[in-house]
């Protein structure tokens, strides 16, 4: 399977506690894309890679959360002291570069108890 | 009012119809797309628009720039075609923040 992937698929965790969803996107594509979507919503955008560079984020991405991308290849997000708030789909995607079609994986659904 | 506007917002159909799913937007585009999204919650891209007419399978997408309309064609729908479809577009920024539509639930039944 050479599509974008998501690692965990879904994800229960108690409040307060950290987390941390992988991303591997196709092997070619230089852009790597973070949404959050909550249910009945459309996706949030959160935050962008240009290779291994984060060019930019939302407000919605409080200090709590944070995305690495460290080699330009695979990228984490991470949430620390989880509310209820944050439970949503996470998605990821990944394209070649600006205005080119985002594939997307199939997300992780985090549930925060 | 939404720069993105889609109808319906549920559709339920018998199978082997024709349906049809609209998207109106507000705002200049670079290209729309047309996504895919089963319960589960992965979002498939189905097509990227950004003049004319794709087909892949049973599936059709139209744009008219002028217009600010797409249409998403479904031919011989399938009961597996039920999903949520999703109209969004690209303002052309140097990013990939789309904006997107609401989403048209749809059912077919066989």
């Known amino acids: 399977d050479t599509g974008v992937s998501q690692d965990p698929r879904h994800k229960i965790t108690k409040r307060g506690q950290n987390v941390t969803f992988r991303c591997d996107p196709i092997?070619?594509?230089?852009?790597l894309y973070w949404y959050r979507q909550t249910l009945g919503q459309g996706p949030e955008f959160l935050t962008y890679?240009?290779?291994?560079?984060?060019?930019?984020k939302s407000r919605l991405l409080s200090d709590r959360f944070s995305a690495e991308r460290p080699k330009g290849s695979f990228s984490t997000l991470e949430i620390q002291r989880t509310e209820q708030g944050d439970s949503a789909m996470y998605l990821c995607a990944s394209s070649f570069g600006a205005g080119t079609e985002a594939f997307f994986g199939q997300g992780t659904r985090l549930t925060v108890v | 009012k939404n720069e993105v506007e889609q109808s319906p917002q549920n559709l339920t159909a018998q199978e082997g119809e024709f349906i049809t799913i609209n998207c109106s937007y507000s705002v200049g585009i670079s290209a729309l797309h047309w996504l895919q999204q089963h319960p589960g919650g992965g979002i498939v891209s189905l097509f990227m628009l950004s003049s004319g007419k794709k087909k892949h399978g049973r599936l059709i997408a139209t744009i008219n720039i002028q217009e600010k309309h797409s249409s998403l064609h479904i031919t011989a729908s399938h009961p597996r075609d039920s999903a949520v479809y999703i109209c969004a577009v690209d303002r052309g920024d140097s990013n990939y923040q789309l904006i997107w539509g609401a989403g048209t639930k749809l059912i077919i039944k066989p």
């Open positions: 890679f240009q290779n291994e560079a984060q060019l930019e």
């Open positions: 092997s070619e594509h230089n852009r």
